[in-house]
Structure formats: C-alpha cells, structure tokens
C-alpha cells in the first residue's frame, strides 16, 4: 500500500556456512499514491438550448470514485466555441490514489430560428397606414422593410407601420438578424395588391311622403 519508510528486510544465508555466518538488511521504500487515468473526450458540438448531460459529462476513471463537474446536469451553456468543461475526481481507495482532474472543451453553436408572418389583405390606395406584425422562434423582434418602394413604404417601430403610395403590388419582408445565440432567419415576404384610390362611399336618402299630382315642385 502507499507510504513512506516502508521496510525491506533481506536475510542472507552463505553457502559456506563453516566459514561465515549468516547477514540481515533492511532498506527503507517510499510507496507513493497512485494518480487515477482519467478518460474524457472532447464532447461532440452541440446547439444553444440544450442542457449538458450525461452525453457531454460522461469522464471515467481506472479506479472506482465519484466525479463532480464544474457545470453540472442541465446547465445551458451560450454559443460560443472552445468552452471549458471541468471536472475533479475523487478516488474510493484515498489512502493508495490521489484526486485528479482533467478540462475538456465544448462547442456550442448558434441555433438556428425561423419567421412567422401571415398572408396580407389586399388594400386600396386610400387605406390609412396599418401595422403588420410576424414572430420569430427565437422570441426576438423581427424587422420589416419594403422591396417596392414606389407602391409602399415601411416606418415607425421595427418599420412595422405600412403606408400606401401607390397602385400595385407591394411586398413586405420580414427580417430577424440574430443574435449572439441564434443564426439569422430566412426573411419571409409578403405581397398583397393595392388597389385604385377610389374609396367606398354610401348614400342616405331618407324616406320622403306621398305626394298627389298636380302639386307644386319641392326639393329633397
């Protein structure tokens, strides 16, 4: 087992016994403690969002112990590359093995998002200015802007707020850049028609009384 001064004793018998007698020596042998091997590869790339598990905190050791990690189950880690995952290793047998650690490295990379944005009516020219709204997966604010800029424009907060300027057809596009966690999204277009400037209009006539012939003209 492990220790320090631990004695060696020899007895040494000649084979001329009628000429020497026999000798003994001891020697002194320090046993030092045993550093486990532990076993750990980098873990395959994984995508922000997904917990560390036993997928990624899987070391193993040539003695039987417990390991703790610096991350521990379920952590979620940010995108980002060459991250440090740490763990320390503590031997059953502590009187013959030393603790050990050992740092392996972890990609997290960015996750992917997508748009949701909804077919647009078609309007006439004298429509007033309307907000459009879309969502993105990632819960980040998606951006609008206009790719026929001579049929409409796109304004106010996040170019939500559409105006008309024209007859014809206008597409809005819907826009999410990402951020420092998830890739830009595929921007999502919508067109609709707008219309002549003729707005709808109504007429009140109200009902007028019986009348008999022969009687003088009035206005209604």
């Known amino acids: ?7 060696l004793s020899v007895t040494f018998t000649p084979a001329d016994t009628a000429s020497y007698t026999g000798a003994t020596k001891d020697v002194l042998l320090n046993v030092l403690k045993r550093t486990p ?14 917990p560390l598990s036993a997928s990624q905190l899987n070391a193993a050791a040539d ?9 521990p189950t379920g952590t979620v880690l940010n995108a980002g590359t060459g991250q440090i995952l740490s763990v320390t290793f503590t031997p059953a047998d502590t009187a013959n093995y030393t603790g050990a650690t050992k740092d392996v490295l972890l990609n997290v990379l960015k996750r992917t998002q997508s748009i949701l944005f909804g077919a647009l009516p078609n309007k006439k020219l004298s429509d007033p200015p309307f907000v459009v709204t879309a969502t993105a997966s990632s819960g980040l604010i998606v951006t609008f802007n206009t790719t026929t800029p001579a049929v409409c424009s796109a304004g106010g907060a996040n170019g939500a707020t559409i105006a008309l300027l024209a007859i014809g057809t206008c597409t809005v596009v819907a826009h999410q850049s990402g951020n420092s966690n998830y890739g830009a999204a595929s921007d999502v277009p919508q067109s609709f028609n707008v219309g002549n400037g003729k707005a709808d209009q109504t007429i009140t006539f109200d009902p007028r009384a019986n009348r ?9």
């Open 1 to 7: 087992n492990a220790g320090t001064g631990q004695i």
């Open 37 to 50: 091997i532990l076993t750990w590869s980098n873990p395959v790339d994984i995508v922000y969002g997904t």
């Open 63 to 71: 003695t039987p112990g417990a390991f703790a990690y610096t991350l």
């Open 212 to 220: 008999t012939l022969l009687e003088t003209p009035f206005v209604v």
